[in-house]
């Protein structure tokens, strides 16, 4: 048995337990500890349209994912003498804690020149506060959620209400419409025919088009397929795993089951591509995928002999016909040992006996296949020295290379 048989014997490239894969992934890279937050923000010095927008362009780049922005309300200061504001609202949803957010926010309050002073009000160029934070209910000298004086304020009240109508007020148990009824402080608010944008709309991929995403092993492409999903609201379509007829039988030997075992999995591919795509979400606006049919060529070019093979390309050949092209396809090339390191933090058993020579081989052989082809626009994302799950600058740059043309 080759080197290369050997290593399959015990982890087959494919055979890797998707639901349990699946679940990990999303809840490590997507969910795990994220909250919605609404943050009231507030300007009434110097430009306070570019005010509110560097606000939220900055909680995009430093907090998370923005889901809905109010129109822009403009009212009298409120108990001190100064210009009008404008004031608006978002919703986010961030990993980062109450006081992390809080924090976060108070530095692009001093970068904006904004000095709280706690003798009173004054007027400010900017003015950002977490107004509530899911179920939240947190008393502490720094920091009151939900906000103290939310339910006093129609300022802070009818952006709220233009994204979360239905929010009930955590304490008072009241929807925000009915506190925004209650509310009457002599002093009306006036629309402004100015919209807020979404930092992300300048990333999405246009309505109706595949975003491919695949890389090797460990390299990260269902974290960031879950991600940009979840980021756009885009239709997610993950390669499911099913256990295979043919994968014991491979096990106990490789030479004669190879062949077939390849083709079951062409085949389902093949199937779930196929079938995924022509059910897409009428509300999703563009298609993002952790794998594409092609990857068969990848890891059948390693276990296939060299006339088998050429029989299975003929075969993949004629099913590539009828399968939808990515409109981008994205390679997410990491180094061998952050490959290595990464699949030995998961600490996954059935990843144990994958070798590094095994990784090199895949690593070589999806660079020769995407250099060559030209079914599909493709670009190769370096991810050697970026930490696009934990860090949301480096989540961005990612971002910004696959809207590049």
């Given at each position: 048995?080759?080197?290369a ?16 894969y ?33 606000a ?25 003498e ?8 978002i ?26 002073h ?8 900017i ?14 000298d ?27 007020h955590p ?10 009824s209650?509310?009457?402080?002599g ?14 709309a ?30 756009f609201?885009?239709?997610l ?16 030997n ?8 390849e083709?079951?999995f ?5 199937h ?6 022509s059910?897409?979400?009428?509300f999703?606006?563009?298609?993002v995928?952790?794998?594409?049919i092609?990857?068969?060529l990848i890891?059948?070019?390693v ?7 050429a ?10 016909k009828?399968t ?6 994205v390679y997410?090339?990491q ?6 390191e990464?699949i ?14 095994y990784l ?16 599909f626009?493709?670009?190769?994302i ?13 989540y ?9 043309v």
């Open positions: 048995m080759s080197g048989l050997q290593t399959y014997k015990n982890v087959h490239p494919h055979h890797i337990p998707y639901r349990e699946r679940f990990l992934f999303v809840i490590l890279a997507v969910v795990k500890n994220t909250k919605t937050y609404y943050i009231a923000l507030g300007s009434n010095l110097g430009d306070r349209y570019v005010n509110l927008q560097q939220v362009d900055y909680c995009f780049s430093n907090l998370g994912s923005i889901d809905k922005l109010s129109r822009i309300y403009e009212c009298e200061a409120k108990g001190f100064g210009p009008a504001f404008y004031n608006a609202c919703s986010l949803r961030s990993k980062f804690s109450p006081k992390e957010v809080m924090t976060k926010l108070l530095l692009f309050e001093q970068k904006l020149g904004r000095e709280r706690f003798e009173g009000y004054k007027s400010r160029t003015d950002l506060d977490i107004i509530l934070s899911d179920e939240d209910i947190i008393e502490s720094d920091l009151q959620v939900p906000h103290s004086k939310m339910h006093l304020r129609d300022f802070v009240l009818q952006p709220l209400a233009d994204i979360a109508p239905d929010l009930n304490t008072l148990k009241v929807p925000i419409t009915e506190l925004l209650t509310v009457t402080n002093s009306g608010l006036d629309l402004v025919s100015l919209w807020l944008k979404n930092p992300a300048q990333y999405a991929m246009p309505d109706g088009q595949f975003l491919a995403i695949e890389g090797n092993i460990g390299a990260g492409k269902t974290s960031l397929a879950n991600l940009i999903s979840d980021e609201n885009a239709h379509v993950l390669e499911r795993f099913s256990e295979n007829p043919f994968l014991p039988k491979f096990y106990k490789p030479k004669r089951y190879a062949f077939s075992l083709m079951s062409l085949a389902e591919r093949y779930q591509i196929n079938e995924d795509l059910q897409l979400d009428l999703s606006r563009f298609v995928s952790d794998y594409f092609f990857k068969s890891f059948s070019k276990t296939l002999s060299e006339d088998e093979f029989l299975y390309r003929k075969l993949f050949d004629i099913l590539n009828d939808p092209k990515p409109d981008m396809y997410l090339h180094s061998i040992d952050r490959l290595k990464n030995d933090k998961r600490g996954r058993d059935y990843e144990s006996s994958i070798e590094v020579d090199k081989r895949i690593n070589d052989s999806y660079l020769e296949y995407l250099r060559t082809q030209q079914n626009p493709v670009k190769i370096d991810l050697s020295s970026v930490d696009f799950v934990e860090n949301r600058h480096d961005i740059k990612i971002l910004k290379e696959i809207s590049t």
